[in-house]
């Protein structure tokens, strides 16, 4: 019996993982939909539900929200990210990094 609910469960996982994978390539398209039409309310949906789905993602593969946080301010951290085009034209690495260090401190 156990075995049938282990196979059940594997099985369920599985297949969330898929639907999740799907959703996010759906959100990304609406997301870029939005974007052309310059709604801001579907912009901003679009962009917490792709964030949303892959913490959502990520626990389905084994890693706890923590450690999704974790692995994104090492990667902040890194030098890749330091010489990113991104940082070195608009900072936005070091702002990111200032936003995740004020979020941390204000829940702990």
């Not at 156990?2 to 996982?13: A, R």
């Not at 301010?73 to 004020?102: A, C, F, P, R």
Request: charged residues 30%; glycine residues 8%; hydrophobic residues 40%.
């Amino acid at each position: 019996m156990s075995s049938n609910n282990s196979d059940l469960n594997i099985v369920k996982n599985v297949r969330i993982i898929e639907w999740l994978k799907a959703e996010l390539l759906t959100g990304i398209g609406a997301l870029f939909k939005a974007m052309i039409k310059n709604n801001e309310e579907a912009i901003l949906d679009g962009l917490a539900g792709l964030i949303m789905g892959c913490y959502f993602l990520g626990k389905r593969l084994g890693f706890s929200y923590l450690k999704v946080d974790a692995r994104i301010e090492k990667l902040l951290d890194s030098s890749e990210m330091q010489k990113h085009e991104i940082e070195e034209w608009y900072g936005d690495v070091t702002n990111l990094q200032q936003y995740v260090k004020e979020r941390k401190q204000y829940w702990d």
